[in-house]
Nanobody, 117 residues
Framework: QVQLVESGGGLVQPGGSLKLSCAAH????????IHWVRQAPGKDLEWVST????????RYADAVKGRFTVSRDNAKNTLYLQMNSLKSEDTALYYC??????????RGQGTQVTVSS
């Protein structure tokens, strides 16, 4: 059974940092490109970042480029998202997803990130 469990979200002030984690279970993690996506209240799901099998290829949405860093540890079956210089517009529920666009299926339950002073 495919399971992805996100953690690490919270309330942070503008300009602050958070590191999200995504623990994968039930499938061979190292065989999949993995994605971070987010959804703000009242908005559509938005792609944030993608990482390839061994972490050598990383892609970012323009909105987060230069501020967010994706990484993975295949030995720990875990995906990470380091988020720096956070802005209010980064407030959203963040998911990791095994499947790609358009639906980004096989997502976890998400972790809430709120950027506010």
């Amino acid at each position: 059974q495919v399971q992805l469990v996100e953690s690490g979200g919270g309330l942070v002030q503008p300009g602050g940092s958070l590191k999200l984690s995504c623990a994968a279970h039930g499938f061979t993690f190292s065989n999949y490109w993995i994605h971070w996506v987010r959804q703000a209240p009242g908005k559509d799901l938005e792609w944030v970042s993608t990482i390839n099998l061994d972490g050598s290829v990383k892609r970012y949405a323009d909105a987060v480029k230069g501020r967010f860093t994706v990484s993975r540890d295949n030995a720990k079956n875990t995906l990470y998202l380091q988020m720096n210089s956070l802005k209010s517009e980064d407030t959203a529920l963040y998911y990791c997803a095994r499947e790609g666009p358009p639906n980004y299926g096989s997502r976890g339950q998400g972790t809430q990130v709120t950027v506010s002073s």
